[in-house]
């Protein structure tokens, strides 16, 4: 495919044309007289986004998402990578396994799959996996992740930090210490979860667990990365090991940046994650650290659930939200539209920073010639009501429905290939 985008807008404000050609960006000035082209006044052309934490689901719930599905709606978000996290049905936590999703998402993906390998065996928090053949199998796979699950035990975490380290590799983890935050903990605990009558989930059970990491992380001098990062106690430990030096990294969701406790109310199973909305306290913190860095990167957490799994009592349904199609668009209507936050910041958080976080070549890259051509282009002033109905996802567990947010991505473009178009 080759392609000529007049008049684009970059992130530092800097005006160009970009020429797709196959595969990289090349020479505009080289291009054919008669080459198609698209006029991209009024757009910003950003590096195409960088996921490090979807769940595509397959295999095993096929009903609820797809790698061709998922990833669909990636595009549909700007995305040209995500990372297939590990606990599908068997997981993944072999060479085999990792190898299969990789084979998946290269044959069926709208973007670039990454795999994600589970630390334990089953995810059981019993055996480590096989953290080194996934690292050496075709996936190349460098992070690892229970995530759904907590690596609650201190020692097997430190021997998963330790065994990365040879190659590199991330280990991370879902902070949720299964004592103080049990299984059936779905509501932070605060006044709203004694009003409704929900198990509650202390922001406690998050931070202890990320102390204990952080501290692990400097013994071993490994890198550890926090996902969906909910509470202001976490961050305040993640400021605080950053100064220290500890290789620690975070990302921070959507939902955690937009919604909080009061929408359980409704009881609306939606509304139910792990770890679950927080209050505005909460919340405000983890936007301020998201502008700082202390939060390194946005991470979607994209849950789909097929709706046999949500339509169940508040404390029964699986937890879990859409999140790849509206992100982008929660970013901007939150940190940029507030102006917490420019547009470089912006890309260094979705892009270039998880892109290295994964160690993926070729994403997060600038928009330059002989880069690859992995970019999306944004309408940053359109606006729409968000409608679950129109997801490219098998499912319609999306938190956003019916309100009104930005609407920015124009189209989408993974390897040169248009990938997504409005």
Known sequence: MSLLINGARLADGTITDLYLKDGVLADPASAPAGVERFDAAGLLAIPGLVDLHTHLRQP??????????????????????????ANTSPVTDTAEAAEYVHALGEREGHCQVQVVGAVTKG????????????????????????????????????????????????????????????????????????????PGW?????????????????????????????????????????KRGVKVTAEATPHHLLLDTPLVASYDTTFKV?????????????????????????????????RQDKDHPFDIALPGMLGLEQALAVVIEVMINTGRMDWPTLVQRMSSTPAALGQVPGQGRPLAIGEPANLVLVDPTARAAVDAAASKSRSRNNPYHGRDLPDPVVATYWRGRQTYSR
């Open 274 to 306: 792990n770890p679950p909305l927080r209050t505005s306290e909460h919340v405000e913190a983890i936007r301020e650290a998201l502008a700082d860095g202390t939060i390194d990167v946005v991470g979607t957490d994209h849950a789909p659930h097929a």
């Open 202 to 242: 202390p922001s406690q059970a998050e931070s202890v667990i990320v102390a204990r990491d952080v501290e692990l992380a400097a013994l071993t001098d490994s890198r550890v990365h926090v996902c969906h990062v909910s509470t202001a106690e976490s961050v305040e430990i993640i400021r605080w090991a950053k």
């Open 60 to 85: 095993g719930r096929e009903d609820a998402e797809t790698v061709d599905s998922g990833t669909d709606a990636a595009a549909r978000g700007g995305f040209t990578c995500v990372h297939a996290m």
């Open 123 to 198: 995810l059981a928090g019993e055996e480590l996996a096989e953290l080194g053949m996934m690292a050496d199998s075709k996936a190349k796979v460098r992070v690892f992740s229970d995530d759904g699950k907590c690596v609650s035990d201190s020692l097997l975490m430190r021997r998963a930090l330790t065994y990365v380290k040879a190659f590199d590799g991330m280990v991370a983890q879902h902070s949720q210490d299964p004592r103080l935050a049990g299984s059936t903990a779905c509501c932070h605990e605060s006044e709203w979860s004694g009003r409704l009558g929900l």
